[in-house]
């Protein structure tokens, strides 16, 4: 298909120089050059892993975000708790004030003649 002779690989030397331009050209070539010993390590790794059969892995360690753990467990104090019956008190009469205000703003648009001016 493609037969590389002298003369194609002198113009695909000039393309790439003119592609990347003399300064940039160094870093590519380095960047090339850790990535392909990265992936050898990598090859030569998964062959080593099969030599290893017996031995104990790595440990692996599970990261949970906020939203994934559940609390289990009660908080201990008294005032604790206290404190976080007042916040789900507090936040519910929030709720109640802003769903309150949605169906006035909504009356009141209504009575006006002219549809609901909030955008979604």
Do not use: C, W
Request: hydrophobic share 35%; aromatic share 4%; proline share 8%.
């Amino acid at each position: 298909m493609f037969d590389p002779s002298a003369p194609h690989i002198i113009i695909l030397l000039v393309v790439v120089l003119l592609l990347f331009g003399s300064t940039r050209l160094p870093g590519a070539a380095k960047a090339i050059g850790k990535s392909m010993h990265i992936f050898k390590r990598s090859v030569k790794g998964l062959d080593d892993d099969d030599d290893k059969q017996g031995e104990p892995g790595p440990t692996v360690t599970t990261v949970m975000t906020p939203n994934q753990r559940q609390l289990t467990t009660p908080p201990s104090d008294s005032s604790q708790q206290a404190q976080i019956d007042a916040l789900q008190r507090q936040l519910s009469d929030l709720q109640r004030q802003n769903a309150s205000s949605d169906v006035q703003q909504g009356s009141d648009s209504a009575a006006a003649g002219r549809p609901d001016s909030r955008s979604y």
